[in-house]
C-alpha cells in the first residue's frame, strides 16, 4: 500500500503541496478531450505525460454514459516520488463498477509531484475540466473520489463549483499549520462548511499515523449536522484503521455496499446516512474477487482425499485488513491446483500439494498457503522469508454457475 509508511520530511510535502523544483516541464492543465476507449486502457505507462486516464477495472465491462447511473473519477495519493500511479483503485469502487457506475481513474507522473507550484490546484482543475468533459458526454452523475492527497483533490475540486454530483474523500489530505510539525486539519473543516455537492462521504480511520493520529470524525460531524445535504461519515468508531484503510478489503467487505446505496439512492434525506447490515458478505466476495471471464472449474468432493474433502468449493476469510477466496481446482490429486485471490494480490490458481492433511500451496511472491479441515476449515498465510503468519477460519462460499 502506497500510503503505509512515508517519511515525515516527504509527508510534509506530500500534504502541504510545497513547491520544489521541477524535474520534468509539462503543460500545467493539459487540454481536455473525448477519450477513446484505447485512450483509457489500463497499465499504461506514463511517458511524458503529466495526466492520463485509465479504465479502473478493466476486466468488468463499461456502461457508457446512456446506461451507468454515473461516473466515478478517481484520484490516487502521494507519496513524494515514488510511483503512486501504479497503485490500482480501491476494491470499494470495483463493487460500484459491479453495481452500474462506471469508474476511471485520473492519473499523475510521480516525477512532476514536486513540480513548481505544487500539484494541488493543477490536479483540482484537470479533475474538474474532466468531469466537465464527461457531463457533456451525458453522464447524468459525476462522483469526485480519492484517497489521501486525492481525498483533498476532490474536495478542493467540488469547493470550487456546483456541478458535482458527490464526493467520497477517504483519509483525505490536512495541511501542516507551521514549521513546527503541527497538523492542521481545518482546511478540510473549513471545505465541508462550504461545499455545494449533492452528496458527501468520507471516512476517518483510526490511527492514521501519517497524520499524527488526530481525531477528525468528531468535527466533522459536528460541522455536518448543521448543514442540509446527505452525508456518510465513517469516522474513527467505524472498525477501520490506519492512513489506507479505506483501500482494504475490510472496508469494502463492511461499507461497500451502504456506499453503493448512499451513491445510488434517488433522494436521501438531509443528514447523517445509516448504513445497513450486509446479510450475504458472499455476493461482495465474490464481486471482488471472482472474475466474470476467469471463473474456474472447482474440484469435485470426490476428486479429493477424504481428509481434506471438507476443503472443496470456494471459501474465504480476512486475513488481517485483506480479503482472500480459496477453492480447490482440478480432477485430482494429479492435476490438482489451487485457486487464491485476495484483495491485496491479484492471485490465480497454483500448484498444490496434500500434506499432513493439510492443502498447501506457493504463491508466486513464494508466499505460502495452508489450508487445514481443523474446526470448520482453516487458511494460514506465511509470509516468504517466514517472519509473518496469518490464521483465519474460512467461510464456505457458494458454487455457482
Not at 454515473?70 to 495519493?77: A, K, P, T
Request: charged content about 20%; aromatic content about 8%; hydrophobic content about 40%.
Amino acid at each position: 500500500m502506497i500510503f503505509a509508511t512515508v517519511r515525515s520530511a516527504i509527508a510534509r510535502a506530500v500534504i502541504a503541496g510545497i513547491a520544489l523544483l521541477a524535474v520534468v516541464v509539462w503543460s500545467p492543465v493539459p487540454r481536455v478531450t473525448g477519450a477513446s476507449p484505447d485512450d483509457l486502457a489500463c497499465d499504461q505507462e506514463p511517458g511524458s505525460r503529466y495526466y492520463w486516464l485509465e479504465r479502473a477495472f478493466c476486466d468488468l465491462p463499461s456502461y457508457g454514459p446512456e446506461r451507468a447511473h454515473g461516473l466515478i473519477i478517481w484520484n490516487h495519493g502521494i507519496s513524494g516520488t515514488t510511483q503512486s500511479w501504479k497503485a490500482p483503485a480501491p476494491p470499494v469502487l470495483r463493487l460500484q463498477q459491479f453495481r452500474g457506475w462506471d469508474v476511471i481513474m485520473l492519473k499523475r507522473h510521480h516525477l512532476a509531484e514536486t513540480m513548481a507550484g505544487g500539484p494541488l490546484y493543477r490536479t483540482a482543475q484537470r479533475t474538474l475540466q474532466e468531469a466537465a468533459a464527461r457531463r457533456k458526454q451525458g453522464y447524468k452523475k459525476i462522483v469526485l473520489a480519492g484517497q489521501s492527497f486525492g481525498g483533498y483533490v476532490s474536495l478542493e475540486a467540488a469547493d470550487s463549483t456546483d456541478d458535482i454530483d458527490a464526493v467520497v474523500a477517504l483519509a483525505p489530505g490536512v495541511r501542516f499549520a507551521d514549521a513546527s510539525s503541527s497538523l492542521d486539519p481545518s482546511i478540510t473543516d473549513r471545505i465541508l462548511k462550504r461545499v455545494k455537492v449533492g452528496r458527501l462521504m468520507l471516512l476517518f480511520p483510526k490511527d492514521d499515523s501519517l497524520f499524527g493520529n488526530v481525531v477528525r470524525g468528531e468535527g466533522a460531524q459536528a460541522i455536518l449536522s448543521r448543514r442540509s445535504l446527505p452525508y456518510l461519515l465513517l469516522d474513527e468508531t467505524s472498525g477501520i484503521s490506519g492512513h489506507g484503510g479505506g483501500h482494504t478489503g475490510r472496508f469494502a467487505l463492511r461499507y461497500g455496499l451502504c456506499l453503493s446505496s448512499f451513491l445510488s439512492e434517488p433522494s436521501p434525506p438531509a443528514g447523517r446516512y445509516s448504513c445497513a447490515a450486509v446479510n450475504d458478505e458472499w455476493l461482495v466476495v465474490r464481486d471482488l474477487l471472482v472474475p466474470p471471464a476467469e471463473r474456474p472449474t472447482f474440484a469435485a468432493a470426490g476428486a479429493l482425499p477424504e481428509a481434506v474433502r471438507s476443503l472443496v468449493g470456494p471459501q474465504w476469510a480476512v486475513l488481517e485488513d485483506t480479503v482472500v477466496l480459496v477453492a480447490p481446482v482440478g480432477d485430482g490429486p494429479e492435476r490438482f491446483r489451487l485457486m487464491y485471490r485476495s484483495t491485496g494480490f491479484r492471485g490465480g490458481v497454483f500448484d498444490a500439494a496434500i500434506k499432513d492433511g493439510a492443502i498447501q500451496a506457493v504463491l508466486s511472491n513464494k508466499s505460502t498457503v495452508t489450508l487445514s479441515p481443523e474446526g470448520d476449515g482453516t487458511i494460514t498465510w506465511r509470509s516468504s522469508d517466514g517472519s509473518r503468519s496469518l490464521k483465519a477460519t474460512l467461510i464456505k462460499g457458494r458454487a455457482e454457475p
